[in-house]
């Protein structure tokens, strides 16, 4: 037992499934194992930005199962508003990090948890430094680009919608005979794509990884088509770019710019290349806000347990990852400086090209 501290915790940039699960994790371990007191600080850096600090008291008495099955976080979140940069309402940019800062100090945290993506951690271990915070990481994102884990809470979720979105348009594709084209999310990297495109039978797997020609898969459709196949299945990441190089991108209200799109390019593409009739389906945030996998549950469960005892050790400015069936922790640091893309000779792409499917190189 070390008792008598109050540690936080903050879910930072975009929810995911299995947020919940370490929430729940976390606060058992603090309160059940070592006496502690757990606040769940309300909607990301948000919480600890407003006077007073926004939190919730966190009982493990609440937290019951329930609580695993739940998609999204209980606490609430924000990727908006960069802490050193925030946009304030008269249009002025304003470094608010002392702010926040002091949200944690009027909190009287002896530590924080902050489950992010690499933009959320590299922003709270930025916080953490200047204001001497003890911070502990956990990896939270459906992209699962995080260095130095071979998970992120949330991804495997992501993956299990976007095959069941190709377990669902396989019949329809067949039925019409059509070319259906599946747009997943994964901001830089190809991960959902390819882990769901090999679950979910894809014949055509693009990610921005690897950079496509569409004569290679014209020559991929043509080829089935003769081999008697009526219909087919592509699976697009959203940062693909397009024929000439560019990002499919939409500027939204207030300037902001989002992916979205490139499977509405592709289809029109292999329709003009191959005579195919094409139908696109965009699956957004339908991946994120999904009942967690069991796998979700298990890995957020043992994430969350391991950094409250990394807090009973005192060891800070360590994000827990997940290596080779355990739970192991690194330096924040390396972790962030080293984003994780899809291995190009990895097991995965070299499973996918066993089984016959195109990554359009
Ligand atoms: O990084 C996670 C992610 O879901 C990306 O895959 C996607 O591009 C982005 O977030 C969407 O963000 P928002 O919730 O702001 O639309």
């Known amino acids: 037992m070390s008792g008598g501290k109050r540690i936080g915790i903050i879910t930072s940039g975009g929810d995911c499934a299995g947020l ?21 600080i309300r909607e990301g850096t ?26 999204g976080t209980i606490l609430g979140t924000t990727n908006k508003g960069d802490p050193f940069a925030y946009p304030m309402i008269d249009g002025a940019v304003k470094d608010r990090a002392p702010e926040i800062i002091g949200g944690y100090r009027e909190l009287g945290l002896d530590a924080m948890i902050g489950i ?20 502990i990481g956990l990896p939270k994102t459906i992209d699962n680009d995080v260095g130095f884990t071979e998970l992120s809470i949330g991804f495997d979720t992501a993956v299990a919608v976007a095959t069941e979105a190709l377990d669902r348009l396989q019949p329809t594709a067949a039925s019409h005979a059509r070319v259906m084209v599946l747009e997943v999310m994964g901001r830089d990297a190809g991960h959902i794509a390819v882990s769901a495109g090999i679950a979910g039978g894809a014949d055509v797997i693009l990610i921005p990884e690897i950079p496509y020609g569409i004569e290679s898969v014209a020559a991929k459709l043509r080829r089935l088509r003769e081999a008697g ?34 499977g509405a390019y592709i289809a029109d593409v292999i329709a003009e290349h191959t005579g195919a009739e094409t139908r696109v389906t965009v699956l957004g945030h339908v991946q994120r806000g999904s009942v967690p996998s069991p796998r979700d549950r298990l890995v957020a469960s043992a994430f969350g347990t391991h950094a ?54």
């Open 20 to 40: 919940n699960a370490a929430i729940r994790a976390i606060v058992h371990r603090a309160v059940n194992t070592y006496g502690w007191e757990v606040l769940g």
């Open 229 to 262: 196949r009526s219909f087919a299945l592509v699976v697009v990441s959203e940062a693909v770019k397009t024929l000439k190089g560019a990002e499919v991108q939409r500027r939204y209200h207030g300037g902001e710019t989002r992916f979205g799109g490139i």
């Open 308 to 361: 409250v005892d990394l807090i009973a050790e005192n060891k800070f400015d360590r994000m827990v990852a997940w290596a080779n069936r355990q739970v192991i922790d690194v330096p924040i640091e390396d972790a962030i400086a080293r984003y994780r893309p899809v291995e190009l000779n990895g097991t995965l792409v070299r499973t996918a090209r066993a089984l016959g499917i195109c990554f359009g190189d």
């Open 46 to 71: 948000n919480g600890l930005l407003d006077r007073p600090a926004r939190y919730l008291k966190l009982d493990p008495a609440t937290l019951d199962a329930q609580t695993l099955r739940l998609g």
């Open 116 to 135: 992010g993506g690499d933009g959320s951690l590299a922003i709270l271990r930025r916080l953490a430094q200047l204001g001497d915070l003890k911070l």
